[in-house]
């Protein structure tokens, strides 16, 4: 009789204990300061702000003092009119996301709900597709292995295509058929047709040029993870394996496949972003670093708390 | 006969009219409770942490993967320790006490760990120790407490408490991150708090294994002796063997979703397929074990693995899908209690923790060979034929067991 009442007082203690917990919890990831009214007006520098998960923005030209949206999202991306937020909805497991289009006033135009949690995320140039990757969980023969899976969102029609896996994939003018193939880090050029993405298959990366028109794509390079197109449509800021879970920046010239390696010497897990023809920007460490896209220079510190940069222009 | 089983069962327990937890002492039902509450508080952690680390921390799938699997091998050794350190001490509650304590403040460890990754690395590796090393304790302390004719129906008891708690975890972890809004601090706390009144009804309900201490019994010497005695040592290796050629749950399942291609949403309900069916015929089949023989049983189990595997190479048809993923429950039910109901009456009981963790790391440590192999076998010759050729190694392993007779019934 007396280990039952001391069995039931210490379970209900320990109940206790655990939802007093987690209601606090739900106060203090609720908490919101002031929200502002953020648009997509040119020259500024968007990033999700790392200690809230809210989108802030700051003036390109003087990076200081950021203003936070009420919007949170774990990727965010930007171009012309468009704007997009992955936001892993809380509560799910497995993890789903929903993934937002969103006007030039944060107004949510479109909202697509996927499995998976976000990755990477990105706008064409010309603001009519909205693309994305997301890792998938049980995927993989790895129990815990992740997989990733691409997709797109074509904002004028509405049409989607929930993973670009069927993409068919030549090398070498050879059609490319492996059971195991991933994409991941889609970016288009400005014509909103050519795009750029990593293929990953039986442990390589491949750097695959597609044309979106005819559905089709064709192996430039290998070991280019996580492309991005230069505002020019000439050049491709990538991360480039230099080890297990170590990746340097780069930057290749589709003329001449010429690769040069950029001036910041740390590991950078990111889909780099131009800022003009001449600066790259990524994030690392809790913050948003930008680096000559050149080679040459040395990183500097664009803003604190803050990923996922996105440029207005 | 040992003594331990006659005092802990019901001296009425002799007919079979009587329902089937009346046959199964409080202390394995005690055992039971403990481990349904233990496996709610694991599983909730378990299903969010790739989140977390990932979405949350950042990392990369690849050093998720590095960080996870660096610690699955690390159990096995520990495995051994334990039941060695039970048995030496005649503290089989305790040591299983510890085993479970030291992943309960784990949890707390998460949550002080924050978003250092050599930390989080440190936290899981000494849960994966407690889990370790309570194990070859409790199952011991389970077979000790009861009577040696019905252990197959005890080991399904624990077995099926304890799947239980496993459906239970994920729903916990979900229902915390929607009350928290998203707050994986949260689901750590209330894991611990889960883990600690696992161990609170641990040190209330659980009655430790008395025995008279002859510590010139259970040296380590006398340990590595047990290998020496034939009957143990055929189980163990028939045992191993049998690992070897056992396809890996994970690998059935990406059989199960690529040739039938589920969507990635329904994926992980395949396990709670598998677990449903181990759940439903744990106790059925640990009583089938302990009228026809555990050793037939067990086999059994690795025949419906075989069939199960024929289907998955069958039409992609749904029933053909449904089958297997049932005959994938059946070969669970079959063989994870039964075989420690087997292997445990060929210990000594001083020796029956120590016996038991070493059938259980031969087992885990085949298995987590075969899964490298057939990894391997599925990158050189694809899917179907690397499925068939581990069911012929399978079959031919299965059928040689059967020849060989390790246990006599």
Not at chain 1, 87 to 105: I, Q
Not at chain 1, 154 to 177: H, M, Q, S, W
Not at chain 2, 191 to 200: D, K
Not at chain 2, 386 to 399: G, W, Y
Request: proline share 5%.
């Amino acid at each position: 009789m007396k280990k039952l009442v001391l069995a039931l007082t210490g379970t209900a203690l320990l109940v206790a204990a655990a939802v007093t917990y987690t209601v606090g919890a739900r106060h203090g990831t609720a908490e919101a300061g002031p929200e502002a009214q953020l648009t997509l007006a040119p020259g500024q520098l968007l990033f999700r702000d790392t200690a809230t998960g809210r989108v802030g923005a700051v003036p390109l030209a003087d990076p200081k003092k950021p203003q936070l949206s009420g919007l949170k999202c774990d990727r965010f991306a930007v171009a012309k009119q468009t704007a997009v937020c992955l936001a892993v909805k809380p509560g799910t497991l497995p993890a789903v996301t929903d993934v937002l289009v969103l006007d030039d006033h944060f107004a949510v135009r479109h909202t697509e709900t996927l499995p998976g949690t976000p990755s990477r995320a990105r706008v064409s140039p010309d603001g009519k597709r909205v693309a994305w990757t997301l890792f998938v969980t049980g995927d993989s023969y790895a129990a815990t292995g992740f997989s990733t899976r691409a997709g797109l969102y074509e904002v004028d029609t509405g049409r989607l295509v929930k993973t670009i896996e069927e993409l068919p994939v030549f090398a070498g003018g050879e059609r490319y058929f492996a059971a195991d193939t991933n994409y991941w880090g889609i970016t288009f050029a400005p014509d909103g047709n050519r795009f750029y993405v990593t293929l990953g298959s039986k442990g390589r990366t491949y750097l695959v040029e597609g044309d979106y028109r005819r559905y089709r794509g064709k192996t430039l390079r290998e070991n280019v993870e996580c492309p991005s197109l230069s505002p020019d449509g000439k050049r491709v800021a990538f991360k480039k394996k230099a080890g297990d879970g170590v990746w340097r920046l780069a930057v290749l010239d589709l003329a001449d496949m010429k690769e040069t390696e950029l001036a910041e010497r740390r590991s950078v897990d990111d889909q780099a972003l131009w800022q003009d023809d001449h600066t790259v920007l990524y994030g690392l460490d809790n913050a948003v670093w930008a680096v000559p896209a050149d080679g040459s220079g040395t990183p500097r510190k664009l803003a604190g708390d803050a990923a996922s940069p996105a440029v207005t222009g | 006969m040992y003594i331990a089983a006659s005092r802990t069962s019901d001296p009425a327990a002799g007919t079979d009219r009587k329902p089937a937890l009346n046959r199964v002492s409080a202390n394995v039902v005690a055992l039971g409770v403990v481990s349904l509450v233990t496996d709610v508080s694991s599983e909730m952690v378990t299903a969010v942490l790739p989140l977390y680390l990932v979405l949350g921390l950042g990392l990369n799938p690849l050093q998720f993967g590095l960080l996870d699997g660096l610690y699955a091998g690390a159990t096995a050794v520990v495995r051994v320790l334990g039941g060695h350190l039970a048995d030496r001490w005649r503290r089989l509650k305790a040591v299983a006490g510890f085993g479970y304590g030291l992943s309960a403040v784990c949890k707390l460890g998460l949550v002080a760990a924050g978003s250092s990754v050599a930390a989080i690395g440190v936290v899981l590796a000494a849960d994966r120790t407690g889990k370790g090393l309570r194990t070859g304790p409790r199952d011991a302390l389970i077979s000790l407490s009861s009577e040696p004719d019905a252990l197959g129906r005890s080991f399904g008891v624990h077995r099926a408490m304890d799947t239980v708690g496993a459906f239970l975890g994920p729903l916990v972890a979900m229902a915390v991150l929607a009350l928290s809004l998203g707050s994986y601090p949260s689901v750590f706390f209330t894991s611990f708090c889960v883990a600690a009144i696992a161990v609170l009804l641990l040190a209330l309900f659980v009655k430790d294994h008395p025995g008279g201490v002859d510590r010139a019994a259970v040296s380590a010497r006398a340990a590595f002796g047990l290998l020496k005695q034939s009957d143990f040592r055929r189980v163990t290796l028939w045992a191993a063997l049998l690992g070897l050629v056992t396809v890996g749950d994970s690998f059935v399942y990406l059989v199960l979703q690529r040739r039938w291609e589920i969507a990635a949403t329904y994926f992980p309900l395949l396990p709670l397929g598998t677990a449903g069916v181990y759940l439903l015929l744990a106790v059925p089949l640990g009583r089938l074990a302990d009228r026809v023989g555990r050793w037939p049983v067990f086999l059994g189990g690795h025949v419906a693995l075989c069939l199960a595997l024929v289907l998955l190479c069958g039409p992609a048809a749904l029933p053909f899908a449904v089958v297997a993923l049932g005959l994938h429950g059946v070969f669970y039910a079959a063989t994870d209690g039964v075989l420690m109901a087997a292997a445990g009456p060929l210990v000594p009981p001083d020796l029956r923790a120590t016996g038991l963790a070493v059938v259980q790391t031969g087992q885990a440590v085949a298995r987590m060979l075969s899964s490298v192999l057939f990894g391997l076998a599925w990158t050189l010759w694809d899917l179907r034929p690397a499925v068939l050729a581990a069911t012929a190694c399978l079959a031919a392993v299965a059928v040689a067991a059967a020849l060989a007779k390790p246990v006599r019934p």
